[in-house]
Every structure is written in C-alpha cells, then in structure tokens.
C-alpha cells in the first residue's frame, strides 16, 4: 500500500483525537547553484502527529531523517508539499508559513535540539539554559532556579554550571544543549540524535524527561542513532527510504519540477 | 559562474504573518538612493521589521546595507521610497516627507543609532556622561540632577564601567566606546536600534562581551533592532530575520538560520559558504 493512501486513513481515524501536525506530500530537494545540480531530500512524505505522540524517524544513513526536522522547524525551506500545524492561534502550514510567525512558535510551542550546540561566547552553562525561560518573561533569579535543575537532572557537573560551555567535551555540551532546548514549555518537539554523545546515565535522565513531555500532551518528533533507548516511548515510526529520493530528471536546475507528481511509490511508510 | 537567480526554480513565497496580527513596526517601499548619474547604491528595496524583532542585513561592502541604515536614520534624503513607523503621531506619515524639524525629532525620540566608527557617534573629547546628556538636552530636558542620573542609568544599561563615565571617549578603549555609543543610542528607549558594524574592529573577547550587551538588552528593552553586518557570525547570535543585500538589491530573506543552512540564491549560497 503506498503511504499516502496509508496515512491518508490516519487522517481520517484521528482528526478528531487533536492532530496535531499533518504532513502532506512533504519535499524537499536542494539546489546547489555553484554545481548546477538538484539533490532530492525526501519525496512526497505524509505522515500524521496526534498530541502526547511520540514518532520515530528511521530509515539508513543520508536518507533525510534531519532534513525532515530541519523543514519542519523551517531551518530548510521545504520544496513542496504541507505541514499544517494545529497551533493555538490556529491551523498554519510551516511549509510557507511568514518568517514572523514561524519567529513567534520557535519562542512558544515548536523546539528543535539539534546534535551541535551553539551559544555566544562567554555565556555560561546555567544563563545558556536560562536564556528561552528568560525569553518568556520568568524572573532571572526563578530562570536560573530552574536551570540549575535542568542541569543537575542531566548530570552536569556543578562545578561546570557557571562555567563557558565552549569548552566543555561533546557528552557535557550535549547535556546544556538538551536542558536549554527542553525547559521551555513546547507543544511539538524535534530531536536530532540527542543522545548520541551521551553517557547512560543522562540518557536516562533523558528519556524521562521526554516520557514526562508526553505525558503532558507534548508531540515529539525524533531521529535516534540508538532507538532502543526510547523503544518504550514510541507509538508510530515513520521510515523514510531511499527511494524517497528519486534522483532528478535531466540536467538539474533547467528541467526541475517543483510540482510533486506521482507520489505513488516512493513516499515515506508509516507504520504503527 | 554564477548564475542569474532568475534561472532557478523558487519555493512559493511565504505567505502574510497569520499568527503576528499587528502591522509591522517600520515599513519601507521602494527604496531608491544614487550617487552621481550611475551609481546606484540601493535600489528599490522594502523592509519591514516587527515590533520586538531583530532584523538582519548583511552583504560585502558595497552592497549598501550601511546607506540603508543611513537612509533609515534619516540622515541622508533617498530618491525614492516611503518610510513609515507604526506609532500613533507618526502613523500613516511618510517619514522621509516630513520636514527637516520633525525628522529631527523622530531622530531624537523614536530611534537611536551605534556606528562602526564612534568618531561618527560621539564626540571624543566630552566627557562620556556629557555625550549622553546632550541627547537629552536636545530632548529639552534641563535639570543637571537629571541629566546625571539619566546618563548614569544608560551607562549602567549598557554595561559601561561607572567609575570612568566622565572620561572622554577618546581616552577609553574601542569596546568601551561602543558601551557609550549604545548608552547615547538607548538613552531615550527609542522605538528602533539601528547597529551598524557595531561590533567590527574590536577583539575577539571584547566583540563577545559587546554581543552579549546587545542580547540583552534586547531582550530586556524589547526594542526593534536592525542590524548591519558583513559578519554571519554576528548576525547568526542577534538576528531572528536576515536580508542578503548585493548591488543595491536585495537577493534574498528569510529567517536567519535558513539563510545561512539552506540559501536559495547563488550568491547567497556562495556568501554562506565563503566564511571560515
């Protein structure tokens, strides 16, 4: 069965159960001008995200598991297709969403960690983790309050908490960058192989964490290098395969279509 | 090697804010400014920045992002464009059609500025304190007591070092100078900060310490932030929002990390892929 006619009955058993992310024939290909060349991502993915779900992505190395976070978080501009998000303004596609609007849900309702953290310079730990609580008003002194928390529950080091985390090893970054992404209060959140660097102990601070998030009603979307540390979480897979990138017709840009037809083979298979 | 933007296949373009209701904070159509019979240093670009929100622009030198910025302080007369500022005296009134004393004001009141050069910004041999004053004075206001404690407040805003407020500008070093700069820029809480190259020419360490000012009081102030720079770097850590700038024109916006991870302009992506 392909996957569009699949997860197009998904639609139909759970639209009223609070969907609330429906991807629809999702792309996304890259043009590299300086090679004149048209890279397909993925192809034509449609999947469906219900409140509290917690929605693996899998599939082998390079096949665009990131990718598809990236669209969704509107780091990468998807080609074609649609991601309506349910947010509490009301229904909005991120695909071709305003850069404003999608300014206003990164601040409170959609997250992304990513594998890299990224601060300024001379920013410790504590007020990098602080930054999105202070960003949504909290007090300094409850911010930081709770950042120590965060931290302390990943198990950073204390010593390091007011220390600059550019450097710190890769394990410890990754723990700031899973307390920073993760203390804000999110409807949707997208991981990106958080717990690669990881040791067991903040994996399992970790996965309860995020079992804590969906309890509370949160959707997560995430890719995982090892999926059995969440095996116990997840409720869908979404699997993206390599033939969700069919290599582009003809000499790259001249030829491209941005249209996507023909989405009957080789979309993205959901499976419970 | 690089190709017309015009040849590539462009994703739809993203629709009007939904989600933000309010109009824009500052709008700008059309802008047009030469120089001489040929040179066309911006040529018809629109802006638009949110309430809250920092916009970046970046380009080489030569792209003329800074005349932008100069045009949008009203310090140099555009040969086309309309500017407006969503507030409530000013709404619906082409700012660059207003007379020479109520531009003056809107420069006074409703917007401030740090350049690259302080030399532009400050005077070098008043005191720090003093430079700050002066706006105020030009704001009308007259109390020493409150000139002092307004100067000391911006100052202290701007993480400058208290002890040394009634040094000249000449005399402290060029992080520092860039503290005043800001302090005079902030000292009225103006509706938009223009920044341009604020950080460009300082060390390393200092630019970070700068940066992290600028962050914060940004966040603390709310006000609208436009920025210039040639560096991504600096653009990555303050701007939500970035405009490519290249010959006058404007190749490309976007949100700031999409710009800089997944460019869909050639030049753009040249740029992107140029930093070290």
């Not at chain 2, 190709?3 to 989600?19: E, H, K, L, N, Q």
């Not at chain 2, 050069?117 to 109390?143: C, D, F, K, W, Y």
């Not at chain 2, 020419?201 to 700068?210: F, K, T």
């Not at chain 2, 560096?231 to 024109?249: E, K, N, Q």
């Amino acid at each position: 069965m392909s996957g569009v006619a699949r997860s197009s009955l998904h639609i139909a058993q759970y639209v009223q159960i609070m969907s609330l992310l429906q991807v629809n024939r999702l792309s996304k290909h890259f043009i590299m001008h300086h090679l004149r060349r048209e890279v397909m991502a993925f192809d034509c993915l449609t999947f469906d995200v219900r409140e509290g779900e917690f929605v693996l992505v899998v599939g082998p190395n390079g096949v665009g598991k990131s990718t598809l976070l990236r669209c969704l978080y509107r780091t990468y501009l998807p080609t074609s297709g649609q991601a309506i998000y349910h947010s509490r303004y009301g229904a909005i596609d991120l695909a071709c969403a305003s850069d404003v609007d999608i300014v206003r849900l990164r601040r409170e309702e959609i997250g992304h960690v990513t594998q890299f953290l990224r601060v300024r310079p001379r920013v410790s730990a504590r007020e990098a983790v602080a930054e999105p609580l202070l960003a949504a008003g909290l007090s300094p002194i409850e911010a930081g309050k709770r950042a120590s928390h965060a931290l302390d529950a990943l198990g950073l080091k204390r010593e390091l908490w007011d220390a600059y985390p550019t450097t710190f090893s890769g394990g410890e970054q990754q723990k700031v960058n899973l307390a920073r992404a993760l203390i804000a209060p999110r409807r949707l959140v997208l991981l990106d192989e958080p717990t690669a660097s990881l040791d067991a102990h903040a994996r399992r601070a970790l996965v309860e964490r995020l079992a804590q998030l969906k309890q509370a009603g949160v959707a997560i979307i995430g890719v995982f290098h090892h999926a059995e540390d969440v095996r116990g979480l997840v409720d869908k897979e979404v699997a993206l395969t390599a033939d969700s990138q069919r290599p582009s017709e003809g000499d790259g840009l001249l030829t491209s279509s941005i249209a996507c037809n023909g989405c009957a083979g080789g979309s993205g298979d959901v499976a419970e | 090697m690089v190709t017309s933007s015009r040849d590539a296949p462009r994703p739809a373009p993203t629709r009007a804010p939904v989600i933000v209701a309010s109009p824009p904070l500052l709008q700008v159509r059309g802008l047009v400014k030469r120089y001489g019979s040929h040179v066309v240093a911006v040529d018809r670009v629109d802006i638009e920045a949110y309430a809250g929100e920092v916009l970046g622009i970046v380009g080489e030198s030569g792209s003329g992002k800074s005349t932008v910025l100069r045009l949008l302080n009203l310090e140099e007369r555009p040969d086309a464009g309309e500017y407006f500022f969503n507030v409530p005296e000013l709404t619906g009134r082409n700012l660059f059609a207003l007379d020479r004393m109520a531009q003056r004001r809107v420069r006074t009141f409703d917007i401030g500025i740090v350049y690259q050069n302080p030399h532009l910004g400050l005077r070098m041999r008043n005191t720090s304190s003093g430079n700050i004053a002066e706006r105020l004075i030009v704001a009308g206001e007259r109390a020493y007591r409150t000139l002092r404690l307004a100067a000391r407040e911006a100052l202290a805003a701007s993480e400058f070092p208290l002890d040394r407020m009634d040094d000249p500008p000449v005399r402290l070093s060029g992080g520092m100078q860039q503290r005043v700069q800001l302090a005079k820029a902030i000292a009225l809480k103006p509706k938009l900060l223009l920044l341009d190259e604020p950080t460009t020419g300082l060390d390393v360490s200092v630019q970070a310490l700068v940066l992290d000012t600028l962050k914060r009081l940004q966040r603390e102030t709310g006000v609208t932030t436009i920025i210039v720079s040639h560096d991504l770097g600096v653009i990555r850590m303050l701007a939500d929002r970035v405009m490519v700038m290249r010959y006058g024109r404007v190749v490309e916006q976007g949100l700031t990390d999409q710009v800089l991870e997944d460019p869909q302009d050639a030049y753009t992506q040249q740029l992107v892929h140029a930093k070290l």
